[in-house]
C-alpha cells in the first residue's frame, strides 16, 4: 500500500502514475483490439458498425466508472485518516450500491438500446452489426462495474499495481477469445462483444481473489455488507454525481456520433479510427488527473492541506507538459497508427485516413487544456466537490451539441472534430473557479496557522 501523505509529492505522482497509464492502456486495449481485429476481419462496415456504438458505451461505462471513482474517494479519504474500520465499511457499502446501480443501468439499457441507436441515425447497412455487438456489452455490464469497483478501491488505498495485473490478463484472455470467436466462431462483431465480457468477469474474479489474499485493509466481513442507510447516502452523494457527470457528458457524444453518422459510413469508420488513437494519448492525462484524486482525498483525510497545493502545482505543469508533446506526436504520426484499423487492400482505406487525419488537426493542439481538464476535475473530485465537475460535464454537452446541430453543417466532418476541444474549454472554464475558490481558502487557512 502506498501513502500518498508523506514524501516528495512529483515523486509519488510520477510513481503511483505510471501503472495507472500503463492499466488504463490495456483497459482501452480491450475496446481497441475490439476496433483492430474487427477491422481487419471483418472490413470498414463492421468496423463502422463497432465505432458507432461507441458514445452509447460511454453512456453506460461512462456512468459505471463515475460510480465507482467517487465510492473510492470516500474509502481513499478515510484511508488517508487512518479509519481502518471506516476503510473496510465503505468498501462493502460500495459493493451494495453498485449492485443495485448495475441492476438498473441493464434492465433500462437492453430495453432503450435499439431504439437509441435508431434515434442516433445508424445507417441501416450496419445496424445489425452494431446492434448485436452494443446489446452484449450492455448486458454484460456488470463485469466492468466489478473490475472498475475493486480496481478503484486498491488505489484509493494506494495500490495502483494489482489493478493492472488483473487487466493484462483479461486483455490476454479477450484477444484469445476474439480470434477464436470471429475467425473460427464466425461470431462477427457479436463475438468480438462477447469476448469483452468473458475476459472483464475473468478480471473481476482474479482481482478479488487478490484483495482477499494480499490486501488485508480491505478484508471486508458479514458486517460491513450489511445495508447501512447512512453510509449508503453518504456513498451515492459522492457517486450518483460523478456518474451522472460523465452521463452527461456520454449525452453530448451521443449527440455528436448522431451527426458523424449522418455523413456517412467513411466519416463514422474515420471518427473510429482516429477515436481509438486519441484515447491511447489521452490515457496518459486521464492517469494523472486519477493519480490526483486519490492524491488529493488522502491528503484531505489527513489534514495535509499545504501538500494539495505543492501537488496540484506539480501535476499541472506534468499535465500541460505532456499535452502538448502529445498533441505533436499525434499530429506528425498519427496516420501511421490508423492503418493498424484497416484493411491494407480496402478501397475505402484512403478516405478513411485522411478523414482521421482531419480530426488529429482538430484535437492534437488543444491537448494543454485536456491535461488541465484532468487535473482540475479529478482534484475537486478528490474533495468530495461534485457540483463544479457536473457543471462542467454539462458545458461538455452543450459544446457537443452545438458541434453536432452547428458545426458538422458549416464544416462537415472538420467540424465535427472540432467539438472536442470546444467542449474541453467550456469544461475548464467551469472548474477554474471552483478550484481557485479552494486554493484561496486553504492559503488564507495556512496565513492563520
Known amino acids: 500500500m502506498q501513502d500518498l501523505t508523506k514524501g516528495n509529492p512529483v515523486k509519488l505522482i510520477m510513481m503511483f502514475t505510471l501503472p495507472i497509464i500503463v492499466g488504463y492502456l490495456f483497459q482501452n486495449l480491450y475496446n481497441i483490439i475490439d476496433t483492430l481485429i474487427v477491422g481487419q476481419t471483418l472490413g470498414v462496415k463492421a468496423l463502422a458498425a463497432v465505432g458507432s456504438t461507441g458514445s452509447v458505451m460511454f453512456l453506460a461505462l461512462g456512468f459505471v466508472g463515475g460510480v465507482t471513482s467517487g465510492m473510492s474517494i470516500i474509502t481513499a479519504q478515510r484511508y488517508g485518516a487512518q479509519d481502518w474500520a471506516g476503510v473496510r465499511r465503505s468498501f462493502g457499502q460500495s459493493i451494495l450500491a453498485s449492485g443495485v446501480i448495475t441492476v438498473f443501468l441493464t434492465l433500462i ?34 463485469t466492468q462495474v466489478g473490475y472498475n469497483i475493486l480496481a478503484n478501491e486498491m488505489r484509493a488505498v494506494g495500490n495502483s ?56 485493509v480491505l478484508h471486508i466481513t458479514k458486517e460491513d455488507l450489511k445495508w447501512n442507510s447512512t453510509e449508503i447516502k453518504i456513498h451515492l452523494s459522492a457517486a450518483l454525481p460523478m456518474g451522472f457527470q460523465q452521463s452527461v457528458i456520454a449525452i453530448g457524444s451521443m449527440t455528436l456520433q448522431a451527426a458523424i453518422n449522418s455523413l456517412g459510413t467513411d466519416s463514422v469508420a474515420g471518427y473510429t479510427a482516429a477515436s481509438k488513437v486519441d484515447q491511447i494519448l489521452v490515457l496518459v492525462l486521464m492517469s494523472f488527473g486519477v493519480t490526483m484524486a486519490t492524491y488529493v482525498a488522502q491528503n484531505y483525510g489527513a489534514g495535509e492541506y499545504r501538500r494539495i497545493l505543492v501537488g496540484m502545482r506539480q501535476a499541472l505543469k506534468i499535465n500541460i507538459s505532456f499535452g502538448v508533446l502529445l498533441g505533436i506526436f499525434e499530429i506528425l504520426f498519427g496516420r501511421y497508427l490508423v492503418k493498424l484499423f484497416l484493411e491494407s487492400n480496402s478501397g475505402d482505406a484512403v478516405a478513411v485516413q485522411h478523414l482521421a487525419q482531419t480530426f488529429f488537426w482538430a484535437n492534437g493542439p488543444f491537448y494543454a487544456i485536456l491535461g488541465v481538464l484532468f487535473i482540475l476535475r479529478y482534484a475537486l473530485q478528490g474533495l468530495g466537490n461534485t ?49 481557485n475558490k479552494y486554493r484561496r481558502e486553504i492559503m488564507d487557512k495556512l496565513e492563520k496557522d
Open 387 to 435: 457540483k463544479a465537475p457536473t457543471m462542467a460535464g454539462f458545458a461538455e454537452m452543450v459544446s457537443r451539441s452545438i458541434g453536432a446541430f452547428v458545426f458538422v453543417i458549416w464544416f462537415g466532418f472538420f467540424g465535427a472534430s472540432l467539438s472536442n476541444p470546444l467542449a474541453w474549454l467550456a469544461s475548464v472554464l467551469c472548474l477554474l473557479p471552483a478550484w
Open 161 to 216: 499495481r494489482a489493478p493492472l495485473y488483473h487487466l493484462i490478463l483479461g486483455m490476454i484472455i479477450n484477444i484469445l477469445l476474439e480470434l477464436l470467436f470471429i475467425l473460427v466462431f464466425h461470431w462477427g462483431t457479436a463475438g468480438a462483444a462477447l469476448a469483452t465480457v468473458v475476459a472483464y468477469a475473468i478480471s473481476t474474479l482474479t482481482s478479488w481473489w487478490h484483495i482477499t489474499k494480499f490486501i488485508p
Open 109 to 142: 439499457g437492453i430495453v432503450g438500446l435499439r431504439g437509441l441507436l435508431i434515434l442516433m441515425q445508424t445507417p441501416k447497412n450496419i445496424f445489425e452489426m452494431a446492434y448485436a455487438f452494443i446489446v452484449i456489452i450492455w448486458g454484460g455490464v456488470v
